[in-house]
Structures are given as structure tokens and as C-alpha cells.
């Protein structure tokens, strides 16, 4: 059954593998479809379920990849600034795009078959994660 895949991009210091509490929060303006990501909290908030969530490293001068990893996100509260959330990674994701830059922010990608054994970005499997913000 396909899902959602939130794709979460940063350059902030220790994003995302040293979170303390592995909290963390956006501010709605680094959301890039507010509304189709909000849908998509009030649906799992109610159900009690996580999202997978590719969370993303970039070096901040460049925008280069440094580190990928794969897991889930759950537990979301909306406040008056941002979205405050708790991850579980689960693993590392080889992301060598050649030649890409990442934009930093909050994405979502549709239709997606869930797979928690994702190991490179290639796993993800559809043409939409290359149109979130990837440029040359």
C-alpha cells in the first residue's frame, strides 16, 4: 500500500543523528507544501502513527549532500512558530547525487511504497524526490 515520505533537509548542527531527547521542530516557514503536511499529521496524529522520513544532512556553504538517513517521524505538536517532532532513524542511506544540491527544508513525497530496509536514495524509487528541491 503506498504512503507518504517526508523528506526533512538541514544544515543545522547535530542534525539528525545527535538530537538530544531525538526531538526536533521546523518553523512553518520551512515547510514547502504546508497543507498537504498538515493533512498528513492530523491523519497519522489521530491513528497514532509515524511517518517514514528520509532526513537529510547538507553542508551549509555548498548545500552538498554530507549524510543521509532513513527512519520515521511521530509524535508531532503544532505550535504558534513550528512543528515540534520526535524521529527514529533506523539507518543510513547512501545519497551520492553527483552534482545535486539540496534546498533545506520540510518535503513530502506521495505515493510511495514504505520500506524500511532503504539503503540508497535509489530504493525510494520514484521520479518525485528528484523535483523537491535538487538542483545542479
Not at 54 to 68: G, M, N, Y
Not at 115 to 133: F, K, L, S
Amino acid at each position: 500500500m503506498a504512503g507518504d515520505l517526508f523528506i526533512m533537509v538541514t544544515n543545522w548542527e547535530n542534525h539528525w543523528d545527535n538530537l538530544p531527547d531525538n526531538q526536533a521542530s521546523f518553523a512553518y516557514g520551512m515547510l514547502r507544501n504546508r497543507e498537504k503536511i498538515e493533512k498528513i499529521i492530523n491523519k497519522v496524529t489521530q491513528k497514532g502513527e509515524k511517518v517514514q522520513t528520509l532526513f537529510v544532512k547538507v553542508e551549509k556553504s555548498t548545500q552538498r549532500v554530507q549524510k543521509a538517513w532513513i527512519g520515521y517521524t511521530y509524535d508531532f505538536t503544532k505550535k504558534k512558530d513550528a512543528i515540534f517532532f520526535k524521529i527514529d532513524i533506523r539507518s543510513t542511506v547512501n545519497i551520492s547525487l553527483h552534482g545535486f544540491r539540496l534546498i533545506e527544508g520540510w518535503y513530502v513525497v506521495q505515493n510511495i511504497i514504505p520500506n524500511p530496509e532503504i539503503r540508497t536514495v535509489n530504493q525510494i524509487n520514484n521520479r518525485a524526490i528528484y523535483n523537491i528541491g535538487f538542483k545542479h
